[in-house]
């Protein structure tokens, strides 16, 4: 059982350039989340899905798209990356998260934008 | 809305002593609470959560917590600390579908 799987682990953007980093999990969870890690911040939601076909902006969702066409998939998406964007994304998944279950996290990807 | 302090950015404590670690919660409403731990270059894992019940909340590798809703906290402890416990921890809140986090708290352990 794989869990959240976060790619890829590192890397390294010019300003201006575009990416997706790629989420999925293999848990048949319903609510996925996009998080950004920032030194001395804690987490901060960007983004989050109910179940395919539903997202739904967080805490700091601009300079970000989502989207959720599968249960498993959850890709975050980057059009033109900033300087700002630098920091490290957690994607994590849960089945419900209102009672008895719990957020899985991914191991994170490390993006840096020069 | 909510917001979670955790009142120590970082906290130094020598092996086998006493740990407690801080934060509070800002929302009157409903709210679950949660601690996390997160090793170096590793994602966040759940070390306990506090949902309704019971105050006092034990976890996993000997961590429990106390919800406190007068003083609306939600402390963590542990009495006696092992090097590997160092690492950093989080706690959060959970209100709708949104978890809040705190910004961290780094616990090193001294040997």
């Known amino acids: 059982n794989a869990g959240v799987t976060q790619t890829p682990k590192f890397r390294i953007l010019k300003i201006g350039q575009s990416m997706t980093l790629q989420c999925a999990q293999d848990m048949n969870h319903n609510y996925m989340y996009w998080y950004r890690q920032d030194p001395g911040m804690g987490l901060k939601l960007i983004y989050y899905s109910v179940g395919a076909g539903i997202t739904d902006k967080g805490e700091v969702p601009n300079g970000y798209n989502v989207s959720r066409s599968t249960t498993e998939d959850f890709p975050l998406r980057l059009e033109l990356a900033a300087p700002s964007q630098t920091s490290v994304y957690f994607c994590a998944s849960s089945l419900d998260p209102t009672f008895k279950n719990i957020q899985y996290f991914g191991a994170g990807t490390r993006l840096s934008v020069l | ?111």
Do not use: M
């Open chain 2, 1 to 111: 809305a909510q917001s979670v302090t955790q009142l120590d950015s970082q906290v130094p404590v020598f092996e086998e002593a006493p740990v407690e670690l801080r934060c509070n919660y800002s929302s009157s409403v409903s709210v679950y609470l949660f601690w996390y731990v997160q090793y170096p270059n590793q994602g966040l894992q759940l070390l306990l959560k506090y949902l309704s019940g019971s105050t006092l909340v034990k976890g996993i590798n000997g961590f429990e917590a106390e919800f406190n809703k007068s003083q609306t906290s939600f402390h963590l402890r542990k009495p006696s600390v092992h090097i590997s416990d160092t690492a950093e921890y989080f706690c959060a809140a959970l209100t709708g579908n949104q978890f809040y986090f705190g910004t961290g708290t780094s616990l090193t352990v001294i040997p």
